[in-house]
């Protein structure tokens, strides 16, 4: 392949990938009370003191989100969702995962 073919097949996948992932904002914010119920009952279930900081990995907000891992990887392409990764593994911060939610109930309620 050339590299004009090249660039023109990633200028695609780009463009799908955006659309893929205002359809699953779209979602996100439609489940938006059984996702904010799944963070409070893991948020209760943490015996720590300092609620603020508490921190999960990808798998485990892959199922408190309801998504797939194609559609976290493009949240945090986009930077959606803050992360940082440790020793190979990304860690979030719950209250990081909120202010997303709530940032985007807010922008799909404008709409």
Do not use: W
């Amino acid at each position: 392949m050339k590299t004009a073919e090249q660039n023109k097949i990633k200028l695609r996948k780009m463009e799908l990938d955006k659309k893929y992932i205002a359809r699953k904002l779209v979602e996100i914010s439609k489940n938006s009370p059984i996702i904010f119920s799944n963070l409070r009952k893991f948020k209760s279930k943490c015996k720590t003191s300092y609620k603020y900081r508490i921190f999960t990995h990808e798998k485990h907000l892959i199922k408190l989100l309801k998504i797939n891992q194609r559609t976290l990887r493009l949240l945090r392409d986009e930077e959606y969702i803050k992360h940082f990764e440790l020793v190979g593994i990304n860690i979030y911060v719950l209250s990081d995962i909120y202010n997303f939610i709530r940032a985007n109930n807010k922008y799909q309620k404008r709409k």
